[in-house]
């Protein structure tokens, strides 16, 4: 990577995606979601990935995040420690890269638990990463949900995600 002002550096990236198959035969044929993509993004840059439905940006964005592996390439990202090769982290490492790089998902239906209420849902990131005392949590959390207009926080907090209008 080298230079100083690069972020990410995502080098000859695919994903191949097994199609059939099953727990005992092994699939032969292959969806490539992401095929030999580059791409470079320097500080301060915002980048747009557009395209096709199925062209394969959530799957770029899920390789990014390390959610998912790739089948090959590479992305390194800058980090105080030097240039790292995301497929490298483990352990602490893998958490505070975590913490770091997010992804927002689509669907509101697909990534919100129905079993939790509004303020496990909330809280479930803090908990994970071990941030601030329950109290702290509580304060930060009613914060927010007055911040984005969830007034008054307390007639929110317990209630479940499906059970508030989308709108
Ligand atoms: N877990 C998976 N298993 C099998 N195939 C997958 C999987 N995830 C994605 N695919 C396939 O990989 C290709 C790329 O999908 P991807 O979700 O990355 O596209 P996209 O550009 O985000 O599309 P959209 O605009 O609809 O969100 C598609 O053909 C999709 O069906
Ligand atoms: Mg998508």
Do not use: W
Request: some cysteine; charged content about 25%.
């Amino acid at each position: 990577m080298g230079h100083p002002d690069i972020l990410v550096n995502i080098q000859n990236l695919s994903k191949l995606f097994p199609v059939g198959g099953g727990i005992f035969r092994r699939s032969d044929v292959f969806v490539h979601a992401v095929s030999g993509f580059n791409l470079q993004i320097k500080r301060g840059e915002s980048v747009g990935l557009v395209g096709e439905s199925g062209c394969g940006k959530s799957t770029t964005g899920k390789l990014l995040t390390r959610l998912l592996n790739p089948t090959e390439g590479k992305i390194e990202i800058a980090s105080k420690q030097g240039v790292i090769d995301i497929a490298s982290l483990r352990g602490k490492k893998l958490k505070t890269f975590r913490r770091n790089v997010q992804m927002i998902f689509q669907d509101p239906y697909e990534s919100m638990n129905p079993r939790l209420t509004i303020y496990d849902t909330v809280a479930e990131p803090l908990n994970v990463q071990g941030i601030g005392t329950i109290t702290e949590r509580e304060e930060r959390i009613t914060e927010l949900l007055e911040k984005v207009g969830l007034t008054p926080a307390a007639s929110f907090l317990f209630r479940y995600t499906h059970r508030i209008s989308g709108g």
